[in-house]
């Protein structure tokens, strides 16, 4: 399964396989706040209004700093921006320690959401500059595990912390994670990239030096736009399910360690995860990315009507299984789009739409409580995932019909780069 690896430089394995295990890490850490974090936030007496805004805080700092993290990644080094992203997940959760204070919990949330600008923005960028075109799919995939990896940990780590040492320990734990992931990062070099010749081309081509292009250009060009545009909507309905399933949970009386809805997804993820990238490699991304958009509008309308703790539990896997599927696709088409001067933002821009999302789900969901209940704004999150899906299908390449064919796995890729991820 895992022959992919005894193909590359042992240079290149051991750079995954450090990689590998900081993401692990990192996502880990993160994640021992997702079950309980906003549950903190309530147990200060903030409303359910502003538990969405201090929780939406942290796509703030995603939005305003991916954009300039993805520019030092292509300039300087993807390096720093993987130390600067563990980092601020390794001195956040102590800063949450700090204050009960609504402004400055937003505040100290923005800067979190630092961490994952950064780590994203550098892993994904090294991980498609070590892997070669032909099995990129099946290594992002493979190296992307460390997310549902992390999520089956952080979560019912955190959980288990929270319910039987308290806060401190908790938000101690979560730093820890992110210091030892600073440790095992030091000895990693990045690959040079080679610098691109200028031409006269148009945003929808990479050959124009990543400097030389206009950013809000490159990010309305044909090839990352409706990416995006799907990205965001994702992200809403993910950030509705990251901040308000633990209240959702209680406000049902169902006997369920939020911690283990998010396990359950992180399963799913791990499974789908291993299936789909190699296939990609072959069969194209298109087919995925679609087919993971109508499981996760069914896992959001699942949501919506559970009752008990199995619906729950298989709500959650839907929702892993198409996250898992996904996320490393539209990585991995983000990729197939970009030359690697351009990667660092690329994949900046392209996840800044999942940042939008996110961002957007805390206030606006928050503030729709108060009239449909959480189990509308969970129905309203599987309504943006079903426009997310016609979206795809319709507007994905130049024409309806090259759309149709790419999403639907028939045709290949017209905005693709590399040979061999044309389809």
């Not at 921006?81 to 959760?93: Q, T």
């Not at 950013?215 to 993910?238: E, H, K, T």
């Not at 299936?275 to 699942?302: K, P, Q």
């Amino acid at each position: 399964m895992l022959s992919v690896f005894q193909t590359l430089h042992p240079n290149q394995r051991r750079s995954l396989l450090v990689l590998f295990v900081t993401g692990l890490l990192f996502w880990a850490s993160l994640t021992t706040l997702l079950p309980t974090l906003s549950l903190y936030i309530s147990e200060t007496g903030a409303s359910d209004w502003e538990v969405g805004v201090v929780m939406g805080g942290f796509a703030i700092g995603l939005l305003l700093f991916r954009p300039w993290l993805g520019r030092l990644a292509d300039r300087r080094d993807r390096k720093i921006v993987l130390l600067i992203g563990l980092a601020s997940v390794a001195l956040s959760p102590l800063a949450y320690l700090t204050t009960q204070a609504i402004p400055l919990l937003i505040l100290i949330r923005a800067l979190h959401g630092i961490s994952v600008a950064a780590f994203t923005t550098g892993f994904s960028a090294l991980v498609a500059d070590i892997s070669p075109p032909e099995s990129r799919g099946e290594i992002i995939g493979y190296m992307t595990l460390v997310n549902p990896l992390g999520v089956a940990i952080g979560p019912a780590l955190g959980g288990f912390l929270q319910a039987g040492m308290g806060y401190a320990a908790l938000f101690s734990v979560s730093a820890g994670l992110g210091l030892v992931g600073i440790g095992c990062i030091q000895g990693l070099r990045s690959p040079t990239v080679a610098p691109v010749l200028p031409t006269a081309n148009p945003a929808n081509s990479p050959s124009l030096p990543a400097k030389k292009m206009p950013f809000w250009r490159l990010l309305f060009s044909d090839r990352l736009r409706i990416p995006a545009l799907v990205l965001s909507l994702i992200g809403i309905a993910f950030g509705t399910l990251a901040i308000f399933v633990p209240l959702y949970i209680k406000e049902r009386g169902v006997d369920l360690n939020p911690g283990l809805f998010y396990t359950a997804a992180a399963i799913a993820s791990f499974s789908a995860r291993i299936a789909v990238g190699r296939a990609s490699d072959r069969l194209g991304r298109g087919r995925f990315i679609s087919g993971s958009l109508l499981v996760y509008g069914a896992a959001m309308v699942l949501l919506s009507i559970a009752q008990t703790a199995p619906e729950f539990l298989l709500a959650g896997f839907l929702e892993g299984a198409g996250g898992g599927v996904f996320i490393p696709m539209m990585i991995t088409l983000a990729a197939d789009r970009s030359a690697p001067h351009e990667r660092g933002r690329i994949f900046g821009l392209a996840l800044a739409g999942f940042d939008l999302g996110m961002a957007l789900a805390g206030p606006i969901c928050g503030y729709l409580t108060a009239g449909i209940g959480y189990s509308g704004i969970f129905a309203v999150a599987g309504i943006l995932s079903f426009a997310a899906f016609l979206i795809f299908i319709t507007l994905s390449s130049k024409t309806l019909a090259y759309s149709l064919k790419f999403a639907l796995g028939s045709g290949r890729d017209l905005y693709a780069v590399s040979s061999g991820t044309s389809h």
